[in-house]
């Protein structure tokens, strides 16, 4: 919290609203002074967060006046510096050149990423996805396909449960795979509710909740777990098939429940048979009996689920792993059925009735679907994988794309293959970034255009909506002048269609072209359908809970089953099995690396943002790898020394710090620091950029093209200063 200043007849405003750092959506009291925020803090009257806060959201007023902060339209000029311009003369430049673009290279040519920051305001993926079916551009990206992939593969393969899966509140039982969720503030329906997680994390074991953790780190979520298995990275596909296994075995799984819902059984017992306990324990690095043990209490629980974070879909076989925890999901039924109240059947959800029963499987990728011209990939439920977005605009031919808008992303630091990305950033016709700070990416612009801070606009959690354990939601109007000439993702995309003449149409409707609207109304067409209209929670004082959507589970009425071994799948499996190991049971293919990089989360930042503040600063400066001390002893390296990491696709230079938490023969670093290579001196300052250790055509997943980015095998060695 910001001290108030110490000024007489200073008239101070409070105003509710959440906070947009991440994607936590933390409620807050905000107070305000002729239009400018002076203090922030958790709103204690919040019927869910209850006042829970964490560092990066307490930096809100000074993310609004920051000396960081870009608040006027930048644009290079030819000898590289950069010239002040209106929002209007950018508009009135890009605009043309859109059109140029289109119209000599066709639609395909236009291409967008939405980075993380793009996720948090509320119009910015519905509005930017229209503007491509207006233009006819299959050219959409976003950070998804390089990040959590697996979750919607996984989800349309297998099939889903109308009437919904088990919450953690209540639960005696919950597997969790890579999802440190005290930290990331993130976890998936099932897992530690994000919103006041230690909290509610606390709750549930003096409950009688036990929690088994599979993480190759011993973290702050793994430190109180009932079982933490802390298995070798990249090996969870070996230790999830081992324990369904030991489940099959014993038949601790629910007959009745797989009889009438399940298909794919016994092949899916097939080609998990030769995970034996033995084998698991040699290969994942996680005793038999403890694996077996594992095995036994999560089956035997009556409520709870399995889920994961973003590590294991990071990591090789992530679609594989995800799908694995449906399949565990299914064998114990951990889903609501006939009769079982839904916690929250999502407040911003379309209206629906909830069965039980299943809902079929369908085709998301693959054949019929618009094609990438790199690596036989297709897109992914409505998005081209990012991973090969560099090939896509550095390879000649038709489709090239010419002009990329960058919302909310910094895909120097994000996307596979550091060096690639900046040559196909430099090869653009235009490249406008739609950022509040001179990121790494931002400096390779055209155009950069400021937007807005979360305090300067109205949005409602979008995102979020099916997260909460209740039917929660919360209205934030703008609650402070915008600082500087700004724009809204939403609007850059209306202004620029309104100058082409494309149209934008959303769930509820086309936006007008002949006067702009609100955001409100923007917000209403993208909602239209809901549960509660959007007009009511916006009546609301802050967040509030719809206690009215009571909603039970209703018979079923489908015949749809939930599929353990859809297509490929029993043979990944397989695959992993028949794999070369050395002596120590890890993967021969890894080569002679001594170490594997698993990815991690720092509490104080948020991916490539938030360093600049001085708060955060406090925390650290740069993004550590973290080391086993009997590592660093063995290589002659003490904590806080430079290092070479070298990977299959390039080396870069971290800091060590020495930690406990992991075993030997790993590192662990945080993704999406550094700079552009040029500042690769400067690593103490800003960290380093860990895509540069894979290239995007080295051990990439057949359907979204992701490389590895977590458990990549490197090679460590000290550096003489």
């Known amino acids: 919290m910001s001290a108030l200043p110490e000024v007489e007849d200073v008239v101070v405003e409070t105003k509710k609203t ?48 920051h000396e960081s902060r870009i608040t006027t339209p930048m644009k290079k000029l030819p000898d590289g510096s950069w010239q002040e311009i209106s929002m209007q003369q950018a508009l009135d430049e890009i605009a043309p050149r859109v059109r140029r673009s289109i119209d000599e290279f066709g639609p395909r040519s236009i291409a967008t990423y939405c980075g993380t920051y793009a996720f948090q305001e509320s119009a910015a993926l519905s509005v930017s996805r229209a503007f491509h079916v207006g233009i006819g551009s299959d050219s959409y990206y976003t950070s998804v396909t390089i990040d959590q992939p697996g979750k919607a593969i996984s989800m349309a393969r297998h099939g889903m449960w109308s009437g919904g899966g088990h919450s953690f509140v209540g639960a005696d039982v919950a597997i969790i795979v890579g999802n440190n969720t005290l930290i990331s503030q993130f976890a998936p329906y099932g897992g530690i509710p994000p919103f006041s997680p230690t909290k509610s994390m606390n709750e549930g074991i003096k409950s009688g909740l036990k929690m088994i953790v599979i993480d190759p780190r011993r973290t702050e979520v793994a430190r109180k777990a009932h079982i933490h298995l802390q298995v070798r990275p990249a ?50 690095g996680v005793p038999a009996d403890l694996m077996i043990e594992a095995a036994r209490t999560f089956a035997n629980g009556k409520r709870g689920v399995a889920s994961g974070g973003t590590g294991p879909n990071m990591s090789p076989h992530g679609n594989l792993t995800e799908h694995l925890m449906h399949v565990l999901n299914a064998l114990c039924a951990r889903f609501n059925k006939e009769g079982d109240k839904v916690p929250n059947p999502g407040v911003l959800s379309p209206v629906g009735n909830r069965k039980a029963q299943v809902t079929a499987p369908w085709k998301s990728y693959g ?4 094609q990438s011209r790199i690596n036989g990939l297709t897109q992914i439920f409505g998005e081209m994988p990012t991973a090969v977005l560099n090939d896509e605009i550095l390879e000649p031919g038709e489709g090239q794309v010419k002009v990329l808008f960058n919302v909310g992303g910094n895909p120097m630091v994000a996307w596979p293959d550091q060096h690639k990305t900046k040559r196909s950033m430099e090869a653009l016709d235009l490249l406008v970034c739609i950022d509040v700070k001179m990121s790494a990416t931002a400096k390779l612009a055209d155009y950069i255009l400021p937007g807005k801070m979360c305090l300067e606009r109205d949005d409602v959690p979008v995102l979020a909506d099916t997260w909460y354990n209740v039917p929660y939601s919360h209205y934030a109007e703008a609650i402070v002048e915008p600082n500087g000439d700004l724009t809204e993702e939403w609007e850059f995309y209306w202004e620029i269609a309104n100058r082409i003449g494309s149209p934008i149409k959303l769930t509820g409707g086309e936006l007008p072209m002949d006067e702009k609207p609100s955001k409100f109304d923007v917000l ?23 206690d009215e959507l009571e909603f039970v589970v209703e018979a079923g009425d489908s015949d749809a089953k939930l599929q353990l071994t859809p297509a490929g799948i ?97 590192c662990s670093m945080t993704h999406a620091w550094g700079d552009l290579p040029s500042n690769d001196g400067n690593v103490r300052e800003i960290g380093t950029s860990t895509n540069r250790l894979m290239t995007n055509h080295i051990d990439y997943d057949p359907i979204s093209g992701m490389p590895r980015q977590s458990s ?5 060695r000290a550096v003489v200063e």
């Open 570 to 666: 029993a043979e990944e499996i397989v695959e992993i099995r028949s794999e070369d190991l050395t002596e120590t049971g890890r993967p021969a293919k890894d080569g002679d690396y001594t170490h594997l990089l698993i990815s991690r989360r720092l509490k104080h930042v948020y991916n490539s943002s938030g360093q600049q503040y001085d708060a955060i600063k406090k925390k650290g400066t740069t993004n550590p790898a973290y080391m086993n001390p009997e590592d660093l002893a063995e290589l002659g390296i003490n904590s806080g020394d430079l290092v070479h990491i070298t990977g299959p696709g390039g080396s870069v230079v971290g800091v060590t710090q020495a930690t406990d938490d992991i075993g030997r023969g790993v």
């Open 18 to 65: 959440y906070c947009r750092f991440c994607h936590n959506y933390c409620a807050m009291e905000v107070d305000i002074v002729d239009g400018k925020p002076i203090a922030v803090r958790g709103d204690v009257s919040d019927p869910v967060y209850g006042g829970y806060t964490c560092i990066k959201g307490r930096q809100l007023v000074d993310v609004y006046d």
């Open 367 to 370: 054949e019929g679907f618009p």
């Open 712 to 716: 990549i095998p490197v090679t460590i």
């Open 235 to 284: 090996e969870d596909p070996t230790l999830l098939s081992g324990m369904i296994r030991v489940i099959l075995e014993e038949e601790l799984y629910d007959k009745d429940f797989v009889n009438q819902y399940v298909d794919g059984l016994d092949e899916l017992k097939a080609s998990v048979a030769d995970y034996t306990p033995d084998y698991v324990a040699n290969r994942a």
């Open 524 to 546: 209403e067409l993208i909602t239209a359908g809901t549960k509660i209209p959007l007009s009511e929670i916006r009546e609301k004082d802050g967040g509030h809970i719809f």
